[in-house]
């Protein structure tokens, strides 16, 4: 089996990811931006109070989809809600399109949220109006003409592929069909920002790439920036340009996706990825799969990514030689993200520490990430 | 003309049974009616008025909610002598069909408007928020999403409230309102004519029938959840 070879051959025009931001256009203006923002649900009877978010820096470009992902109680719902003044920062700000949030009166702010778009895990989908009705509410809401409302839902239903269901109602719709009644009803006030909360959470996983496929391309065709929260790395991966990892109501790490895929440096961050990858494993491996060694003839399966100008060289013999270890290929494939591609390789290697920790050593001396998934 | 009766019933009692129908269903038909006219908008606030709600006064909730529970409580037959005085302001008179409207609607209003607070609140939370997420005002919420999503649920309450009150207006009697429930104890029990009491509770349950059959009608073609 010569997998490091097909690999290697599979990207050889890497772009060093060091060198990636001249592949980057020029800094876009920034639409959301948070500036040092907190976040505290004050004290209520026989409950303390929740620091739900802390010192919360972070910008999200003009045109760009940044994925924000998190376990659940992490902080990242509260995020969300505060781009749309659903919640109010009890410290800091948050700017759209320069208008500070927090500061705006209700009336301010109801006119400001029909430039920002929300779709939603479970929809929220009125059940006793049809997918139009549904989609030209927010224009009702807004005050639009009733002749100019048919004029803009029409063409949206037809966006989302939905034409022949505009007098369907929701319970007659599947998933996938009612999130895309969602994104045509956060889409129909014409907003500069669309916030997708776990939009794609409570869909199969086809259905899942379709809906993130729509969200891409309406980013793409409308440029419209796109903020959305996920506890799933896989939509991150799927169309994040840029990623904050957030963990116990802090951005613990954030960056361009590829750079946090390919080379992740806080614990949270490489769990999930961890968890990405063990979802891909044989599942001869990922049964057998623990978190902590069993005994000291286990092996450990280490998750190593290869990027730049190392994609090319021959890492995994080197390592087997240099340390005449045996170094067993589990999975090799080449992945892409944001459309740059970039290996992933899974090997098992003998668990003990003193072994472990050299391959570890040796891979990470050749400037490449390893991480254990576990011990089988 | 034919006799519906095969005979049973002489011609006046018929009569008489016809005409407190009619009664019963005029003081249903204008209390309802006057009861939803008052029940529905406080039942609307109450469901949206405590704290962190569209319009939040916890103050104000509370009170009405003392208001309505007191009201609530009292038995209908002490209601009815209780706020004569006010009957017969509003009425001008405090006996007869149409006076007896008033102590009528008095129990509707309190009851309609907790079975439409109960209504509002079985409406999803999330459309609320997505519709604030839109930029409506409370305004528009309540008439864009909380009504129109609780119509089903409204209209079965305003079935159970009808149902309701063809049972309170038979104690209406009492100050001289007429109707079936008045009918009954008139000739069927104080008279010793079973045949008139069985009559009149046959009409009053086929009213009930009609009326129950009529909303749950109406409330599943308003209920668009259950199709396919």
Redesign the interface.
Known sequence: MNAPLTLAAAVPTLPDPSAAPAAIPAPARSIIRFERVAKTFPARSGHAAVHALSDITLDVPEGAILGVIGRSGAGKSTLIRLV?G?EKPSGGRVLVDDVDIGALDEAA??????S?G?I?Q?F?L????TAFDNVA??L???GVPRAEIKARVEPLLDLVGLSDKRDR????LSGGQKQRVGIA?ALA?RPRVL?SDEATSALDPETTEQILALLRRVNAELNLTVLLITHEMAVIKAVADKVAVIDGGRIVEDGATYEVFARPRHPTTRSFLAALTAKSLPRRVAEQLSAEPRDGRDQAVLRIVFTGQHAQDPVLSRVSRLLSVDVNIIQAQVDEIAGTPFGVIVVSVPGDAPTLSAVINAVERLNLTAEVLGYV | MFDITFGLLPPTIVDLIIDATQQTLYMVAVSGALGTLIGLPLGVFLATSRAGELFAAPWLNQSLGLVVNAARSTPFIILVVAIIPFTRLVAGTSIGTSAAIVPLTVAAAPFIARLIEAAIREV?Q??V?????????PI?IVA??LL??A??AITLALTLAAVSLLGYSAMVGAVGGGGLGDLGIRFGYQRFMPEVMAAVVLVLILLVQAVQTLGDRLARR???????
Do not use: C
């Open positions: 749309n659903l702010l109801r006119k400001e949220r029909r920002i929300m939603f479970h929220n009125l059940a006793r109006r509410l927010p009702e809401i807004a109602y929701p319970a007659e009803r006030t916030l | 999803d999330g459309l928020e997505a519709a604030r997420a839109m930029g409506a005002s528009q864009k999403v129109p999503e119509l089903p308003l209920d668009k959840r259950s199709r396919g």
